[in-house]
C-alpha cells in the first residue's frame, strides 16, 4: 500500500489543481474579453487623472481654425466634472489655459487677467463629454475597436517597472468621430491600447491616422494614472 500512496497524492493533487485552474480560469481569455474588463473598469472609475497629446496634422479648437490643439492634462471626476490644463498654439503664440468643466458648462482662466470667462458652446475640447461613462471614450472604444489581436506583454520605456498588456485592432471612422466629438474626421484609425491585465486599468490608448501616409502620421496618445482618486471640482 505505501508504494502506492504517492501515486494516490500525485493524482489528488493533480485533480485539485485541474479543478482550481477551471474555476478560476474558465474560458480562454481573449483580446475581446480582456478589452470589455478595461474599459469597464475604467467607466466606472469615481476619478483618473490623464494627459491626451496629439502629433501630427493641425487640430482646430474652434470653428475659426485659430486655436491649435496640442496637449491637455487633468483629472476626471465621474461623470461630469474635470479640471485641466490645455496647451495651444493662438496665431503661432503657445500658451497654457486652466479650464474648469462641470456638466454642460466650460471656464477658462484668461493667462494675463486670471479672470474665468464661461467658453461658447462651439468650444470643441470638452474633457467631461470624451470620458463620459455612458457614451464617452472608454465605452465607445470598448464597441467600436474592431480586429483586435493580442500583442503581448510589453514595458512602456517611460513606466518602467509595469509590464502590461498590449491590445492591437482598427477603429472605424464613425466611432473616431463619435469618440472625439466631432474633433477627428477620419476614415478609420489604428487603435492600441495598454493595459494591467490583473487590475484591468488602461495606462495608454494611442490612435494612429495613417491615410495621409507614413511620413504624415496624425498620432493621439491617451494616458491615465490615479485611477479611482477623485479632487474637489467647483465653478469659480
Known sequence: MKRFLPFI??????????????AAGGEPVTPEILLANGVTHMAALPGFEFRISQDGAWV???GDETI????????YVSPDQAQTTVSVSVMGLQTEIEVI???EIQW????????????????????????DPEVGFFPSLGDGLTDLV??????????PGLTLTHLS????????LEISKGLIAVESMQGDLWMDAASHEVHRVVLTDSSAGEDNLSVWTFDFWSFG??????AP
Open 150 to 159: 493580442l500583442m503581448g506583454e510589453e514595458e512602456l520605456e517611460d513606466l
Open 108 to 131: 477658462a482662466k484668461n493667462p494675463l487677467t486670471g479672470d474665468y470667462l464661461e467658453l461658447p458652446p462651439e468650444y470643441l475640447f470638452k474633457p467631461t463629454q470624451y470620458l
Open 68 to 75: 491649435e490643439f496640442s496637449t491637455a492634462v487633468g483629472h
Open 60 to 62: 482646430f479648437l474652434d
Open 169 to 176: 485592432g482598427t477603429l472605424p471612422g464613425e466611432v473616431t
Open 9 to 22: 497524492l500525485a493524482g489528488t493533487l493533480c485533480t485539485l489543481l485541474a479543478a482550481g485552474c477551471g
Open 101 to 103: 468643466s462641470l456638466q
Open 229 to 234: 482618486e477623485t479632487i474637489e471640482i467647483s
